[in-house]
Structure formats: structure tokens, C-alpha cells
């Protein structure tokens, strides 16, 4: 439910583009009462690190001459023998964090190696800030604003634990369907059917005032939110939606999205995942990504005599989006849980296709608004389990490979695309069945990556060699619990 996407005076992009300075930061970091500074950065797989420091050791300099840290220890970065790294905290990123009891302030920083003083290319905020940069150099569009719909599940309680002779997972939600039987303390009944959570008001949802919560804490750390709403599924799935901004600063936002959820959820007893697909027979959680370029105030997709009142660029933007669509999920649905969702039904985008208004495609054309301001397209297959940086980022690259290229997709289809004759459904191709094939794909197809240096082969390898050897290969030697279902008796 992202509304549109175009220049407004966004608060947040407002704050992006402020052009902070160190001066000032250390300056309202002192009148706001800061006593601590949290330094945070991003590691290969997508994942918040951070270390703090006292307020005093906050100065002008730190911004020019970082602060080391050991690159070794970092999921996907340096080896033990190359192991000290910088960072260097970016004063626009500044933000009073809002779920921490001691006055924080938050810096979201740049990695550089300290040897060539170079920044680092394995660095996931890098690689969206030189797509952003490559944009502008193409001469296609000078800015790409993002709007993506991260969904995610709260729960009141999860255990899982796997070792050589058990592996289980057990959730449980006492908003869940599952629970309208339970006994043992009063049962208040009202809770969503499977697959019906959409929408329905408290006492059904019961999550009403903790998504206000974490609203509230998002708008006070400088994030737009425009809604928030219960999502399809039982048990808590929700979707907080951040107004659109440009792609940098979006992928910020996401990282700042997830932390605070977090946090504001196990503040209050609750705990939230934003795994694809935790919980068998109900909606994942996808995290679909609105796009559109603009030049000179001016947005590039939109052309009224077009299908969907899209542009020419806009349906190349989209064939671009399709052509590489196998190796993108290798980032943009990275986890072999991803593939739990990727599945018919459960509006899942696993149709190689476009489509005015239709959930199943992988790329869909909203049309809650004929404005030009509005038109954009949203790809539908990410998750929120993906790096933002490098999904938005690959993202962009695919689609300008499209509109360079003059890459036409497949004609847009506006059926039930799980109800086609199989004659029409075997000329619809699908998203990739698991995280291997997706990884085998950017193996073969990643050269729209590397133009203008924006992916560099090194993490491209890096990135191979990390979720083949730490993901895909740990899975397929574990005995999953429903084998015993199915084979114990043999």
C-alpha cells in the first residue's frame, strides 16, 4: 500500500539531503542530552553491526579520520590477515534512537580500508550509493525513488534449536487461529482465520496498539511512515509503510525499519520475524519494492497513452526486471526460507509477467491514482530477509540494463494467472524453485551488475561462496522434521 512516488517535502528525504555536518551533528547531539554515540554499518548479508562510544570521543575529526575495527570478524568481509578496516559515520544518518534507555545516538557509517584509503567495495552501503551515482552518469534519470513494503510476523513466542539428534521449531501467537481452543485461562476468542487478516479491527487484531508504537518510534527517528495495517495472515503479520525516497536512503530506512521493530516488539513482551515464510499454510512475508526514475522533476515511467499509462522506459525498466529476474532473487529473496514463499497461491509473484493491478506477476502496475506523479512499477518477488542495499541496487542496474537495451517483456496479462489452461501456462516462466538455482543464475548472469563498477566481481564471489557454504549446503544435510512424517515407517 505505498502511496505515490515522486518529489514531495518529504521529512525524511528532506533530512537525507540536509547536508548535515559534523559541526552540527556534534552540536545537537549535545542539546538533545546524548550521552552515548552508536556507530553502525551493514555486514555482507545484511545485518545491523554496531559499537558505541561516550559522547566526549564525538568530535569533527572522527568524521574525517574514522575509526578502526576489526573487518575480520564481519560476516563477508576481510580475512584475518587484512583484518583492520575504518569507518566513517555519515552526519546526515544521525538520528536519537528511540528504543534504547540511555540517551543513544545513532550513526549509520562508510567502511574504507585503511591501506589504500580507498572505500571498501564489499561495503552493501557502497554499492547503492555508486548505483545511485551510475544512474546519473547514464544520462537515463538523474534520481530512483524506492517505496518498498516490508511485511513481517510478531509472535509471543518462538523456540527452535537443531543439533545432531533434534531439529524443531515451535511459534505460538495468542492471536493465533490455532488458540481458539485453548484452555487452562480465560479465552477471549476473536482472533483472524488463516489467510484472514486482512483488515479486520480490534478485538480481531490485537496488535493495533503496538504497530502505533513502533509508527511512532519510526516518525521520531525521522522515517515517513504513510499507513500500517494487520496483514493476510493469523498470528500477528503486519506491514508498516515508509514513504517513498530515494535509494540510498530508503535502504537506510529498511535497516532502520527492522531494528525498530525489533526492538519496540520485545520491549513489549512480543517478538518479530521477518523471515519469508515462518509458518506453514498462511501468506509469507514478501517485501514488494516500488519504483520510478525521474529527470528534471519529471517522472520517466509515466505516459498516458501507454498500457497501464506506463512509459516506453517504464516497460523496458520492466524487461529488464524480467530478464534478469532468476539472478536477482539470488539477492533480492536470498535465504532458502525465501523459496517457502515463492510458491502458487498466497499472492505469490512467481509469474515471470507483468500485469495492471494483478498480485500473482512478479512486476505489478498499481492504478489507485492516474497521477504521472504515481505511476510506478513494483516488483513483487524481494523479501524482507534481503541486504537493502544491494536488492535496490541491483534492482536499478537490471532495470537500466532494460531501458539501455530496449528490453521488451512478455505482454502483459491481466487473468488469473494460476487458473490458465496449461496451452497458456507453459509460456509463462516462472521465479526460480530454490535459493540454488537463484545463485546459479547470478553465476551466469550478473555483467549488468559490474557496469560502472557498481558491483565489483569480489562481491559478487564473495557472495556465491558465503550462501553456498553457509545456507544452501547446512540445509541440505539436515533430516527436516516432516521426513520423519513421511518416512519413518519405511
Same mark, same amino acid.
Given at each position: 500500500m505505498t502511496a505515490t512516488l515522486g518529489p514531495t517535502t518529504s521529512a525524511s528525504g528532506a533530512k537525507a539531503a540536509s547536508g548535515a555536518s559534523p559541526a552540527d551533528v556534534v552540536r545537537?547531539?549535545? !542539546?538533545?542530552?546524548?550521552?552515548? +554515540?552508536? *556507530?553502525? $554499518?551493514?555486514d555482507l548479508p545484511g545485518t545491523w553491526q554496531h559499537f558505541s562510544i561516550p559522547l566526549k570521543e564525538l568530535t569533527e575529526d572522527l568524521f574525517a579520520e574514522g575509526i578502526g575495527f576489526d573487518g575480520s570478524s564481519i560476516r563477508g568481509f576481510q580475512a584475518i590477515n587484512e583484518s583492520d578496516m575504518l569507518l566513517f559515520p555519515d552526519p546526515a544518518s544521525a538520528f536519537v534512537d528511540p528504543c534504547l534507555e540511555v540517551p543513544t545516538?545513532?550513526?549509520? /557509517?562508510?567502511?574504507?580500508?585503511?591501506?589504500?584509503?580507498?572505500?571498501?567495495?564489499?561495503?552493501?552501503?557502497?554499492?547503492?550509493?555508486?548505483?545511485?551515482?551510475? *544512474?546519473?552518469?547514464?544520462?537515463?534519470?538523474?534520481?530512483a525513488y524506492y517505496g518498498p513494503e516490508a511485511e513481517f510476523y510478531i509472535f509471543n513466542s518462538v523456540r527452535f534449536d537443531q543439533n545432531a539428534h533434534e531439529g524443531y521449531y515451535h511459534i505460538d501467537s495468542e492471536e493465533g487461529i490455532w488458540n481458539s481452543g485453548t484452555n487452562g485461562s480465560p479465552n477471549q476468542g476473536h482472533r483472524p482465520r488463516h489467510k484472514e487478516g486482512y483488515f479486520p479491527v480490534p478485538p480481531v487484531d490485537r496488535l493495533q496498539d503496538l504497530r502505533s508504537k513502533i509508527m @511512532?518510534? @519510526?516518525? %521520531?527517528?525521522? +522515517?515517513?511512515?504513510?499507513?500500517h495495517h494487520h496483514e493476510v495472515g493469523t498470528a500477528g503479520q503486519t506491514e508498516i509503510d515508509m514513504r517513498f525516497t530515494t535509494l540510498g536512503r530508503m535502504a537506510d530506512q529498511v535497516m532502520m525499519y527492522k531494528y525498530i521493530v525489533k526492538n519496540v516488539c520485545h520491549q513489549h513482551g512480543y517478538t518479530a520475524t521477518f523471515m519469508p515464510?515462518?509458518?506453514?499454510?498462511?501468506?509469507?512475508?514478501?517485501?514488494?519494492?516500488?519504483?520510478? @526514475?525521474?529527470?528534471?522533476?519529471?517522472?520517466? $515511467?509515466?505516459?498516458?497513452?501507454?498500457?497501464?499509462?506506463?512509459?516506453? %522506459? %517504464?516497460?523496458?525498466?520492466?524487461?529488464?526486471?524480467?530478464?534478469?529476474?532468476?539472478? *536477482?532473487?539470488?539477492?533480492?529473496?536470498?535465504?532458502?526460507?525465501?523459496?517457502?514463499? *515463492? +510458491?502458487?497461491?498466497? !499472492?505469490?509473484?512467481i509469474n515471470l509477467i507483468y500485469s495492471q493491478r494483478?498480485?500473482?506477476?512478479? /512486476?505489478?502496475?498499481?492504478?489507485?491514482?492516474?497521477?504521472p506523479k504515481a505511476k510506478r512499477v513494483e516488483f513483487r518477488a524481494p523479501d524482507p530477509s534481503s541486504n537493502p542495499y544491494l536488492t535496490f541496487a541491483a534492482l536499478l542496474m537490471a532495470g537500466l540494463d532494460g531501458i539501455k537495451n530496449k528490453i521488451e517483456p512478455p505482454k502483459p496479462m491481466d487473468v488469473d494467472l494460476y487458473d490458465l489452461e496449461p496451452e497458456e501456462r507453459k509460456h509463462v516462466k516462472n521465479t526460480?524453485?530454490?535459493?540454488?538455482?537463484?545463485l546459479a543464475a547470478l553465476e551466469t548472469d550478473h555483467a549488468f551488475l559490474l557496469e560502472g563498477g557498481v558491483f565489483t566481481p569480489d562481491l559478487i564471489e564473495t557472495w556465491l561462496a558465503y550462501k553456498r557454504a553457509k545456507e544452501v549446503d547446512p540445509v541440505a544435510l539436515r533430516p527436516h522434521p516432516y521426513e520423519f512424517f513421511l518416512y519413518y515407517d519405511v
Open positions: 545537537k547531539a549535545k !542539546e538533545a542530552g546524548v550521552q552515548v +554515540v552508536d *556507530l553502525r $554499518f551493514t545516538l545513532s550513526l549509520t /557509517c562508510d567502511v574504507s580500508d585503511p591501506v589504500t584509503g580507498q572505500r571498501y567495495s564489499r561495503d552493501p552501503r557502497y554499492v547503492a550509493q555508486k548505483a545511485e551515482q551510475y *544512474l546519473v552518469k547514464s544520462g537515463i534519470a538523474t534520481t @511512532l518510534a @519510526l516518525i %521520531a527517528s525521522g +522515517v515517513d511512515v504513510e499507513v515464510k515462518p509458518m506453514f499454510g498462511d501468506n509469507g512475508s514478501g517485501m514488494h519494492v516500488h519504483m520510478s @526514475l525521474w529527470k528534471d522533476g519529471t517522472n520517466l $515511467f509515466f505516459d498516458p497513452k501507454g498500457y497501464a499509462l506506463l512509459s516506453d %522506459a %517504464a516497460r523496458w525498466y520492466i524487461g529488464g526486471l524480467i530478464k534478469h529476474a532468476s539472478a *536477482l532473487l539470488a539477492f533480492a529473496a536470498p535465504t532458502t526460507n525465501s523459496y517457502r514463499r *515463492l +510458491v502458487p497461491g498466497y !499472492e505469490a509473484p494483478n498480485r500473482s506477476a512478479i /512486476c505489478r502496475i498499481p492504478v489507485y491514482s492516474k497521477s526460480p524453485g530454490s535459493l540454488n538455482e537463484s
